[in-house]
C-alpha cells in the first residue's frame, strides 16, 4: 500500500481553510512568521513552498531573511520583536541558520508558545514530559498518515533510525505515546540491517540517499520514508529508504517526494492555526 501524503495533505489544507474562515469570522487573521537563512537555497525554496500554503489557506505571514551579516544581537532583537507581537500567533526558525549564529540560543529565546515546527528545547520538554504543546511538524506528519491509513502502532516493534532532536527523538517519544515498543538507532548502530528486519514499523530518517534496502526491511512492514536527499546525476529527491526494493516487501510505504514532506508543511500550518484558536478558547 502506497502511504501517499501529497493526497491527504490536500485534505488537511481544506479543513485548515475552513478553520481560518471561522477565526477570521470572529476577528482574528492567523498568522505565521519565518526566519530563514537567505543564503540556504533549499531552505528559502521550502519556506516558498510553506508560505504558498499558507497563503492558500489563508494565513497572513512575513518572512525575515538572516544573512552573513546578521548578528546575534539582531536575530534575538527580532525574536523578541515576534514573541511580542500579538498579532503574530506562530513563528517558524528555518533551520539551519548561518553557522556564525548561536541556533540554540534563539530556539531557547523563542520558547514553546509560538513555537508551531515543536523544536525548541520547551516544546520538546513538554512532549518528553508528556505535556500538552505543539509537536514537532514532521513527526506530527507521520502520525496523520498511520492515522489516516489506520496503522494501529499499539504493542508493534518501531525502529527509528535517525537521532535528530528535530525528527528521531521526537518521533521515537510520539510512538512511544501511541504504545509502540521503540528502538531508536543511527549510523553508527551495530547490526543496523539486523535490527531493520525485527521491525513492524521503520521510521527512516538518517540523511543518508537509499540506505536501507528492501533485504533489510521485515516481510509486511509499515515503512516510513523522511529522507530527502540529492543525488548528483539523478532527477529530483530520494529518500533515505532505497524505494524500488522495499516497496516489493513492505506492506505500506511512503514515497520520496509525496510522501512525509506534505504533511510536514501541513502540520506545520496546522499548528500555527491552533496557535490562533487558543486565543478565542
Known sequence: MLLDGL????????????????????????????????????????????????????????????????????????????????????????HPLPKHLDEDAALLALGAEK?????????????TAGLPGFRCATPLGITKILDHYNIDVTGKRALVIGRSHILGKPMALMLLERNATVTIAHSRTLDLADRCREADILVAAVGRAEMVKGDWIKPGAIVIDAGYNKVEGRKGDVGDVDFESASKIAGAITPVPG???????????????????????
Open 7 to 94: 493526497a491527504l495533505s490536500k485534505i488537511v489544507r481544506t479543513e485548515l481553510a475552513d478553520r481560518v474562515s471561522e477565526l477570521k469570522k470572529q476577528g482574528i487573521h492567523p498568522r505565521l512568521d519565518v526566519i530563514v537563512a537567505a543564503q540556504d537555497p533549499a531552505s528559502v525554496a521550502y519556506v516558498k513552498m510553506k508560505r504558498k500554503w499558507a497563503e492558500a489557506a489563508g494565513i497572513d505571514g512575513e518572512a525575515f531573511e538572516i544573512t552573513d551579516a546578521t548578528s546575534q544581537e539582531e536575530l534575538m532583537a527580532q525574536i523578541k520583536a515576534v514573541n511580542e507581537n500579538p498579532h503574530v500567533h506562530g513563528v517558524l526558525l528555518q
Open 115 to 127: 513555537d508551531v515546527d515543536g523544536i525548541t528545547p520547551a516544546s520538546l520538554g513538554r512532549l
Open 259 to 281: 510522501g512525509v514532506g506534505p504533511m510536514t508543511v501541513a502540520s506545520l500550518l496546522s499548528n500555527a492555526i491552533t496557535a490562533a484558536e487558543q486565543m478565542v478558547s
